[in-house]
Nanobody, 127 residues
């Protein structure tokens, strides 16, 4: 009954920036975990970052710390992934995911925890 729609992907040169959006069809402002994940061709899907919507606590995988930032707009039921200083290894399909009635820790590398998934938006970083 929940739909997630990602947008904002595209092609950029190394060092460029993109801002991804994930809009949910239901409220995500309470005890909800929202996560960003990505999958490159030939590789398994990996976690990028998560946010606990009540309070806004975020977690990031080491490879994106200092470059990527998750933010939220509870009134719009939307979370964002600001990606700066993009690298070729960031090239992937990016997905957002949600878990309602979550605990206060949103795991990055436990994908089965998330019960709703968007269809993804492609990010390509190349020179």
């Amino acid at each position: 009954q929940v739909q997630l729609v990602e947008s904002g992907g595209g092609s950029v040169q190394p060092g460029g920036s993109l801002r991804l959006s994930c809009a949910a069809s239901r409220s995500i402002g309470g005890s909800t975990c929202m996560g960003w994940f990505r999958q490159a061709p030939g590789k398994e899907r990996e976690g990028v970052g998560t946010v606990y919507m009540r309070g806004g606590t975020t977690y990031y995988v080491d490879s994106v710390k200092g470059r990527f930032t998750i933010s939220q707009d509870n009134a719009k039921n939307t979370v964002y992934l600001q990606m700066n200083n993009l690298k070729p290894e960031d090239t992937a399909m990016y997905y957002c995911a949600a878990r309602y009635f979550a605990g206060d820790y949103c795991p990055i590398n436990l994908q089965s925890y998330y019960t709703y998934w968007g269809q993804g938006t492609q990010v390509t970083v190349s020179s």
